[in-house]
């Protein structure tokens, strides 16, 4: 995460709560509008629990509902009707690293990871002596499905707590007041900066000019920021297989996101005796919902029976993003206690994520099982963001700031599935490169994600059940406020179940099918 207070150089325009548009809950996650666009446009590693178990590298492997969120081709691959369902249990802790001390915060959710059906049309094709009735390209199948699956989860946990012998945070907001020299309201600064100064934390000789902290060192320091929710996909697609050699497929997917953040930071005294102040809590909650659309496409050609390749294209996903938040401070005295809070009207905007492109390969050894790879790429710099007219030229200096700062991001997943008769074991590797160009990246705290996947499944004739396991492992900085960081160790916990069932066919063509692809041990 970039340090936020490079966002002060956009903020030259004057309009209601400027700097809240770039700046959201400042001192506490200094969570900017850059930084949650990137989290809505980073997807993890999700789907059935089979492809969960190989680390979703299932861009050319297709015939499974957890695949057909990377290529819609994948549907060409079925040759029955297929019903899917998927619960699952997340585990998040983090170590937090504050200037030297390290708290834990863990969260656990229970949730639906994937509930879906792809329903499969075999195509017959009439033998009229020499001539079929179907030209030389033959369509075999096709298939449709709908498919809810969840695409990545925000729920997070950050405590930290130091204590701090050299500045406080109101120390940093004087000497930016003071800096800019514009009057101390939400027309010309975060909402955490306006309550300071109304709750007496800042004050001013004059009312108006030569601001000072009623804070000071030595002080201890602790925070907390609770985030929670998710992006939630619903993929339509229609894939078609083509003479066994080539599937293609398309599909429309709808995306409701919700985000909620609930922070807090305190400041109090530790022996200063002659200091009038005692403490201090700012508290904000944020809140976003948001309904976006994206389009599907992809190809999977057979060259070989041992061999697939897939290529696959997102476009954007189009936002339209609500946006709800409010701070308080209560800051005591030895003498008073002074509460004050600010709440922002309900703030629409649209934001546009960057287009993805897939490229897959996977290898097939007889009934035994196989290997695969999907190569992932987005420019995060893409990223797009439109606000209302109302705050001026915000929208074009934002994007600017994703140009300048955000780079191309590649996802490398590998995934192997073993089988012996009925049964199946997985396992997969997932690596997610830093967002953000070199010159801008924290050391030691780049935000790349590395995913350990493994899984077990039984496969009978019209009935499955897929058990994985996914560790998560990531970086990230924190900013309390200025340079101050807290260095976040994340770690992720992911248990996967799926049921599922397959209803086949008894056709000519199905067993036809069935001969021409792989043998029974391979059954997909």
């Given at each position: 995460m970039l340090n936020p207070f490079l966002f002060c150089e956009l903020c030259n325009m004057k309009n209601v709560w400027c700097l809240v548009l770039l700046l959201v809950a400042g001192i506490v996650n200094a969570q900017s509008y850059n930084d949650l666009g990137l989290l809505y446009s980073r997807s993890g590693i999700s789907g059935t629990a089979r492809s969960v178990g190989s680390a979703s590298a299932y861009g050319s492997v297709g015939a499974d509902l957890g695949s057909i969120s990377i290529n819609p081709a994948g549907l060409g691959l079925y040759r029955s009707t297929d019903i899917s369902f998927t619960p699952g249990l997340f585990i998040n802790k983090n170590k937090a690293d504050f200037d030297g001390t390290t708290t834990v915060g863990n969260n656990t959710k229970v949730f639906?990871?994937?509930?879906?059906?792809a329903?499969?049309?075999?195509?017959?094709?009439?033998?009229?002596?020499?001539?079929?009735?179907?030209?030389?390209v033959k369509l075999n199948a096709i298939s449709f499905s709908i498919n809810y699956q969840r695409e990545?989860?925000?729920?997070?946990?950050?405590?930290?707590?130091?204590?701090?012998?050299?500045?406080?945070?109101?120390?940093?907001f004087a000497n930016a007041v003071n800096k800019t020299g514009m009057p101390l309201n939400t027309d010309n600064y975060p909402v955490e900066m306006v309550l300071a100064y109304q709750t007496y934390l800042l004050d001013s000789i004059?009312?108006?000019?030569?601001?000072?902290s009623n804070v000071r060192a030595p002080i201890h320091?602790?925070?907390?920021?609770?985030?929670?929710?998710?992006?939630d996909h619903?993929?339509?697609?229609?894939?078609?297989?083509?003479?066994d050699k080539f599937y293609f497929g398309a599909g429309i997917g709808f995306s409701v996101l919700t985000y909620m953040q609930d922070a807090s930071f305190s400041e109090s005294k530790t022996n200063d005796t002659a200091n009038h102040f005692m403490d201090y809590t700012f508290t904000s909650n944020l809140r976003n919902t948001g309904l976006g659309v994206v389009g599907k496409f992809g190809i999977i050609y057979r060259p070989a029976?041992?061999?697939?390749?897939?290529?696959?294209?997102?476009?954007p996903t189009f936002y339209n993003i609500t946006e709800t938040y409010s701070g308080s401070t209560v800051a005591n005295f030895d003498t008073a206690t002074f509460g004050q809070t600010l709440e922002a009207y309900p703030f629409k905007y649209k934001l546009k994520t960057p287009m993805k492109g897939i490229a897959s390969t996977s290898f097939y050894f007889k009934e035994y099982g196989f290997l695969s790879v999907d190569y992932e790429f987005q420019n995060y710099g893409a990223m797009r963001f439109s606000f209302p007219a109302a705050f001026g030229n915000a929208t074009s200096q934002s994007n600017d700031f994703q140009k300048k700062y955000y780079a191309f991001g590649h996802v490398v997943r590998a995934g192997f599935e073993g089988s012996y008769k009925v049964l199946r074991v997985r396992a997969g590797y997932a690596y997610s490169s830093t967002p953000y160009k070199k010159a801008y990246v924290t050391k030691n705290y780049t935000e790349e994600k590395h995913t350990v996947s493994a899984g077990l499944g039984y496969r009978g004739k019209h009935f499955y059940v897929d058990f994985?396991?996914?560790?998560?492992?990531?970086?990230?900085?924190?900013?309390?406020?200025?340079?101050?960081?807290?260095?976040?160790?994340?770690?992720?916990?992911?248990?996967?179940?799926t049921i599922g069932f397959r209803l086949f066919k008894n056709t000519p063509e199905q067993a036809d099918s069935k001969s021409r692809s792989t043998k029974p041990g391979m059954k997909f």
């Amino acid at each position: 995460m970039l340090n936020p207070f490079l966002f002060c150089e956009l903020c030259n325009m004057k309009n209601v709560w400027c700097l809240v548009l770039l700046l959201v809950a400042g001192i506490v996650n200094a969570q900017s509008y850059n930084d949650l666009g990137l989290l809505y446009s980073r997807s993890g590693i999700s789907g059935t629990a089979r492809s969960v178990g190989s680390a979703s590298a299932y861009g050319s492997v297709g015939a499974d509902l957890g695949s057909i969120s990377i290529n819609p081709a994948g549907l060409g691959l079925y040759r029955s009707t297929d019903i899917s369902f998927t619960p699952g249990l997340f585990i998040n802790k983090n170590k937090a690293d504050f200037d030297g001390t390290t708290t834990v915060g863990n969260n656990t959710k229970v949730f639906i990871n994937q509930f879906g059906i792809a329903f499969t049309k075999l195509i017959k094709h009439e033998n009229r002596g020499n001539n079929f009735s179907f030209n030389a390209v033959k369509l075999n199948a096709i298939s449709f499905s709908i498919n809810y699956q969840r695409e990545s989860m925000f729920s997070k946990t950050v405590d930290w707590s130091s204590d701090n012998t050299q500045s406080s945070a109101m120390g940093y907001f004087a000497n930016a007041v003071n800096k800019t020299g514009m009057p101390l309201n939400t027309d010309n600064y975060p909402v955490e900066m306006v309550l300071a100064y109304q709750t007496y934390l800042l004050d001013s000789i004059n009312g108006n000019g030569n601001f000072y902290s009623n804070v000071r060192a030595p002080i201890h320091q602790s925070g907390n920021i609770l985030t929670k929710g998710a992006t939630d996909h619903v993929d339509l697609a229609l894939g078609g297989n083509l003479n066994d050699k080539f599937y293609f497929g398309a599909g429309i997917g709808f995306s409701v996101l919700t985000y909620m953040q609930d922070a807090s930071f305190s400041e109090s005294k530790t022996n200063d005796t002659a200091n009038h102040f005692m403490d201090y809590t700012f508290t904000s909650n944020l809140r976003n919902t948001g309904l976006g659309v994206v389009g599907k496409f992809g190809i999977i050609y057979r060259p070989a029976s041992w061999i697939r390749l897939g290529l696959a294209y997102h476009t954007p996903t189009f936002y339209n993003i609500t946006e709800t938040y409010s701070g308080s401070t209560v800051a005591n005295f030895d003498t008073a206690t002074f509460g004050q809070t600010l709440e922002a009207y309900p703030f629409k905007y649209k934001l546009k994520t960057p287009m993805k492109g897939i490229a897959s390969t996977s290898f097939y050894f007889k009934e035994y099982g196989f290997l695969s790879v999907d190569y992932e790429f987005q420019n995060y710099g893409a990223m797009r963001f439109s606000f209302p007219a109302a705050f001026g030229n915000a929208t074009s200096q934002s994007n600017d700031f994703q140009k300048k700062y955000y780079a191309f991001g590649h996802v490398v997943r590998a995934g192997f599935e073993g089988s012996y008769k009925v049964l199946r074991v997985r396992a997969g590797y997932a690596y997610s490169s830093t967002p953000y160009k070199k010159a801008y990246v924290t050391k030691n705290y780049t935000e790349e994600k590395h995913t350990v996947s493994a899984g077990l499944g039984y496969r009978g004739k019209h009935f499955y059940v897929d058990f994985a396991y996914q560790l998560g492992i990531t970086k990230e900085p924190t900013y309390p406020y200025a340079d101050w960081d807290v260095n976040n160790k994340l770690l992720s916990h992911t248990a996967l179940l799926t049921i599922g069932f397959r209803l086949f066919k008894n056709t000519p063509e199905q067993a036809d099918s069935k001969s021409r692809s792989t043998k029974p041990g391979m059954k997909f």
